[in-house]
């Protein structure tokens, strides 16, 4: 009974974190586009 338990809080734990992976891949992935899109505005400033 409270190695179930247990199992549950572990895999609960797990997607827990899965979903910060995802959510820190996320952010990332906005904050390279938000500087690309920087660089994209600076370059056609310059033409």
């Known amino acids: 009974m409270a190695r179930d338990k247990n199992k549950e809080r572990l ?5 827990e974190q899965e979903l910060r992976e995802e959510q820190q891949a996320f952010k990332d992935s906005a904050r390279n586009l ?3 899109n920087r660089m994209n505005d600076t370059q056609n400033q310059q033409k």
């Open 11 to 15: 895999e609960e734990e797990r997607r």
């Open 34 to 36: 938000d500087e690309q």
